[in-house]
């Protein structure tokens, strides 16, 4: 079994987890280079119970951050996903975010701006979502040029400071926020 497939690129394939792609997940939410901008590592019993609740989202909900593999041998690399946020007030209820992650030997290979590109199409044109949003710290340069390649637009009027990031990391707290409507993408993806 590949796990469920959301979407393939010509490189990628979008899916949920399976088994074998629980010692990458563990890597990539415990590697401190991957996690530089989060206040804290997981160890692998928290990987694991992290890995379980979200591909069980991902099978109730058909979103969720989604595993990313390699086409040509389903290797899991890391995840990009859509999820619902949980950050009322800040963010209104309902609100899609789009995220990735990935594991170091895989980065500035374009993978994450593919597979983030196929989940604009999945959210706007499958889930019928109005608005999709994503947010990291103002300095994680990598993660806005992501965003900015898939057509994001920064909105500073709806930065904020991270609520689930403790004053101990006050250099984690302020985060950026790049939005883009199902309208302003179909103007800019043929259709």
């Known amino acids: 079994m590949i796990g469920d497939i959301i979407r393939q690129t010509e490189r990628l394939t979008v899916r949920n987890w399976i088994e074998a792609d629980r010692d990458l997940f563990h890597e990539i939410n415990s590697d401190p280079e991957v996690m530089a901008y989060f206040p804290f590592r997981r160890n692998r019993a928290q990987a694991d119970e992290l890995f379980d609740r979200i591909r069980g989202t991902i099978n109730e909900t058909g979103l969720g951050f989604f595993a990313l593999a390699l086409r040509q041998n389903n290797q899991a690399i890391g995840f990009c996903g859509l999820a619902h946020t949980d950050l009322e007030p800040l963010l209104p209820k309902g609100s899609a975010e789009i995220g990735w992650r990935l ?10 701006t593919e597979a ?17 949003v994503s947010f990291a710290v103002s300095e994680n340069s990598r993660s806005t040029a992501v965003m900015k390649r898939i057509g994001m637009r920064p909105d500073p009027a709806r930065d ?32």
Do not use: M, N
Not at 118 to 125: C, S, V
């Open 103 to 112: 594991a170091r030997p895989f980065w500035g290979k374009g993978y994450a």
């Open 116 to 132: 983030a590109s196929a989940l604009l199409a999945y959210g706007f044109d499958q889930r019928g979502l109005e608005e999709i």
């Open 160 to 191: 904020f400071d991270h609520p689930r990031v403790p004053e101990s990391h006050p250099h984690l707290r302020r985060h950026v926020l790049y939005a883009v409507t199902a309208a302003q993408w179909r103007q800019r993806s043929p259709i």
